[in-house]
């Protein structure tokens, strides 16, 4: 079974920067897309950014320009930058990945992070 092991998130003030990561914890060949996704109280979970594995991303116009996703093809590892926070980012930042392919097995499956809290305090 592969776990999304999400790290980063915390406690920062608005304008501030975190980054989050999320790492794959067992061999598997490829990965099509890495997301992040996140659910602030009583909203459903959103898009936040997404890349694919030629480096193509998508991001939700809430956090363009402000918001950069990049992932290690080589760790199975994708990461969020995120600049310029604010309060309304607050929310469980959840990583999730597409089309995993694991060595040994058939299929391509799809898999989510525990999440991780972030909280911008203003």
């Known amino acids: 079974q592969v776990q999304l092991m999400e790290s980063g998130g915390g406690l920062v003030q608005a304008g501030g920067s975190l980054r989050v990561s999320c790492a794959a914890s067992e061999t598997i060949l490829s990965i099509n897309d890495m997301g992040w996704y996140r659910q602030a109280p009583g909203k459903q979970r959103e898009l936040v950014a997404v890349i694919d594995s030629g480096g193509r991303t998508n991001y939700a116009d809430s956090v363009k320009g402000r918001f950069t996703i990049s992932r290690d093809n080589a760790k199975n590892t994708v990461y969020l930058q995120m600049n310029s926070l604010k309060p309304e980012d607050t929310a469980v930042y959840y990583c999730?990945?597409?089309?995993?392919?694991?060595?040994?097995?058939?299929?391509?499956?799809?898999?989510w992070g525990q999440g991780t809290q972030v909280t911008v305090s203003s």
């Open positions: 999730k990945a597409r089309g995993v392919v694991r060595a040994g097995t058939a299929g391509a499956y799809m898999y």
